[in-house]
Nanobody
Framework: QVQLVESGGGLVQPGGSLRLSCAAS????????VGWFRQAPGKEREGVSC????????YYTESVKGRLTISRDNEKNTVYLQMNSLKPEDTAAYFC??????????????????WGQGTQVTVSS
């Protein structure tokens, strides 16, 4: 069964950190470009970051550059999103997905084959 499962979300104070995980089963995640997108209540989905399968090149939306870091561990079939210096505007449900277009356009189009159920990140004091 093909599945992506996100974990690691939670409640954190502004300036705090979280590490999200995206674990795949039923297929090899290392062969896919993988991205994270988020959706806050009442807002459109927003591509956050993407990492290529070929050489691990990473891409970020402007608002998270320097604060979020995407990485992958192919042996664990898992992609991570390290989130530092979190801001209240980062509050959203975060989803990982396998991209069916290259990473750079994926950040805008979010065209995906598989995605998970999401994990909630809440940044609040």
């Amino acid at each position: 069964q093909v599945q992506l499962v996100e974990s690691g979300g939670g409640l954190v104070q502004p300036g705090g950190s979280l590490r999200l995980s995206c674990a795949a089963s039923g297929f090899t995640l290392g062969y896919q470009d993988v991205g994270w997108f988020r959706q806050a209540p009442g807002k459109e989905r927003e591509g956050v970051s993407c990492i290529t399968s070929s050489d691990g090149t990473t891409y970020y939306t402007e608002s998270v550059k320097g604060r979020l870091t995407i990485s992958r561990d192919n042996e664990k079939n898992t992609v991570y999103l390290q989130m530092n210096s979190l801001k209240p505007e980062d509050t959203a449900a975060y989803f990982c997905a396998t991209a069916v277009v290259p990473c750079l356009p994926w950040l805008r189009l979010l065209t995906s084959k598989y995605w998970g159920q999401g994990t909630q990140v809440t940044v609040s004091s």
